[in-house]
């Protein structure tokens, strides 16, 4: 059992309703590490407008326990010429009190799973270094090493590398389909599916 059946712990998608919990969790790694490079908090109104953006093309997936975002998993656009829109960049953070619990985990593959039914091959991880916890997390879900931006970003009085993973959801074919925005598959069985799949293995 990943979390407390007390705690009634589910996976689903994020909703207004979670912006505060999702910022309290994001504000310490702004604020104290280098694992992102944003600099400042981000303001009420403006996590509501980039979450608002995310969410008409991408999951965003959060995971609640005792009525709490405790954990939280996204895939945003990669790059914006159209050769590139079968990739997905993804970003995946934990509350600092439920690490190593496996929630990371099942989120990313749930995220994932979505993401292939949406018709996305290739996903995006860039890790700010040095960070080798999350290194070893996304080699154990079998991203493979994709290059290094030597000096890619600056913060905390230092220059940063940034190593790039990445993972192969499914066969790099000729003519493959359209991604499908999130909207157009969240009334499918299969989406439905994904979720009650997750939510039995948090539990288990």
């Not at 270094?129 to 070893?136: A, D, G, Q, R, V």
């Not at 600056?154 to 074919?173: I, M, P, R």
Request: charge should be negative; charged fraction near 20%.
């Amino acid at each position: 059992m990943i979390i407390s059946l007390e705690n009634n712990p589910q996976i689903r998608l994020v909703t207004s309703n979670d912006i505060m919990d999702v910022l309290e969790i994001y504000k310490p790694f702004v604020t104290s590490t280098a694992i992102t490079l944003e600099y400042d908090d981000a303001g009420l109104e403006d996590f509501l407008k980039k979450i608002d953006n995310i969410t008409s093309e991408y999951p965003f997936l959060v995971c609640e326990a005792g009525n709490k975002i405790i954990g939280y998993t996204y895939a945003n656009k990669y790059r914006f010429p159209k050769g590139h829109q079968w990739s997905a960049e993804i970003s995946i953070y934990i509350s600092s009190g439920y690490h190593g619990k496996g929630i990371a985990k099942i989120l990313y593959e749930t995220l994932f799973s979505i993401l292939k039914l949406q018709n996305f091959i290739n996903v995006f991880a860039g890790i700010v270094l040095p960070n080798i916890k999350s290194e070893e997390f996304h080699k154990k879900l079998n991203f493979q090493e994709a290059g290094i931006f030597k000096n890619g970003g600056y913060k905390l009085g230092n220059w940063h590398d940034v190593k790039w993973f990445q993972l192969n959801l499914s066969e790099h074919t000729y003519n493959p389909p359209l991604p499908k925005t999130i909207h157009q598959i969240i009334h499918t069985p299969e989406f439905e599916t994904i979720l009650k799949e997750a939510n039995e293995y948090l539990v288990r």
